[in-house]
């Protein structure tokens, strides 16, 4: 199967899942829609006051003509894309509770990774030590978020870049020698689970 | 001798070690996938201690100006961290699509 019929799979899939999600919202008009902003104002007011938050650092200026044009223009781009914004309020928590261990976790093995790296990298010998190889493995992982999230870990440690991952988590992943592709998917795969809720799925 | 000194002397240094470490792996990997791998992510983080080096000098004389900027700054890390593995899988990819095979052991370097 070529790479863009692949994609084309992909956003196939991915559409028939938003519609099944968005079955209450998206079959009717504007009625429907009013409701559901009504019961979900929570997240508008999370995405108002993070952009307002991300406002102030950037302007820096705190006389009331510039807070006040910051207000305005916060509240029509949360207004118009807090739909893209499927997660409720509270899942939006969790999910922070759950990724700040994650996050820690990750920057170790970052700065540990990356000195491996360094290493090779100004040994006198580095092209005996190198052995690149693509990795293939499957992973247990269900969520597209979690799939997505797994992806990007692997490439942001240094040793690994993720080339390909399919909808139902076959990874390609190319490593630089053996000590960087062994360890996967193990560990890393373990944390994102429990990260989004899927540890004993 | 100030604390603050020292700590964004160590930070800036390691630093600058990883962004060399980088430099030199682009030069010195034998191929294309290979080379990614220090341009990609030695300069993330890199760059992180860079850039937490100068958020930490900037708060020297502190005043809610230099907090903004300091803030500024971190900003552009978590930017850089989104968009780098980013790009890194982007390149991997087009490699991948114009069909280049990955340089294994025992062969010449490219």
């Known amino acids: 199967m070529s790479i863009d019929q692949k994609w084309g799979r ?4 991915q559409e028939e899942k938003e519609l099944g999600n968005d079955h209450n919202t998206s079959k009717v008009e504007n009625s429907d829609r009013g409701s559901w902003r009504r019961k979900n ?3 508008y007011a999370v995405t108002f006051f993070i952009m307002l938050g991300v406002w102030a650092i ?4 705190f006389d009331p003509f510039h807070l006040s044009l910051g207000v305005i223009s916060c509240a029509i781009v949360s207004y118009l894309s807090a739909d893209l914004l ?4 509270r899942g939006l928590l969790i999910l922070l509770v759950r990724w700040v261990p994650y996050l820690l976790w990750l920057m170790k093995e970052i700065f540990k990774a990356n000195l491996h790296v360094t290493y090779l990298v100004f040994h006198p010998r580095m092209m005996d030590l190198i052995d690149p190889k693509i990795v293939k493995f499957r992973s247990k992982l269900e969520g597209d978020l979690a799939l997505v999230t797994f992806a990007n870990s692997i490439t942001l440690t240094p040793g690994t870049i993720t ?3 399919s909808l139902d988590g076959d990874f390609k992943v190319h490593a630089i020698d053996k000590a960087s592709g062994e360890p996967l998917p193990g560990e890393m795969e373990a944390r994102v689970a429990k990260a ?3 540890s004993d799925g | 001798m100030d604390i603050i ?4 002397c160590v930070l800036l240094f390691s630093g600058l070690f990883f962004l060399t470490g980088g430099a030199v792996g682009i030069l010195r990997f034998p191929d294309f996938y290979s080379r990614l791998h220090p341009a990609g992510k030695l300069d993330t983080l890199g760059s992180l201690l860079a850039m937490t080096a100068f958020a930490l000098f900037n708060l020297h004389h502190f005043s809610l100006g230099a907090l903004l900027t300091s803030l500024k700054i971190l900003l552009i890390v978590v930017f850089i ?3 780098s593995p980013t790009a890194t899988h982007g390149i991997v990819d087009a490699g991948v699509r114009a069909g280049l095979a990955p340089w294994t052991k025992g062969e010449k370097r490219r």
Do not use: H, Q, T
Request: proline share 4%; aromatic share 10%.
């Open chain 1, 196 to 198: 989004f809720g899927e």
């Open chain 2, 81 to 83: 961290f989104l968009a």
């Open chain 2, 5 to 8: 000194n020292i700590i964004v």
């Open chain 1, 163 to 165: 080339v390909n991952v």
């Open chain 1, 10 to 13: 992909l956003l196939d899939k």
């Open chain 1, 58 to 61: 950037l302007s820096g200026k």
């Open chain 1, 86 to 89: 499927r997660p409720s309020v």
């Open chain 1, 41 to 43: 104002f929570g997240l």
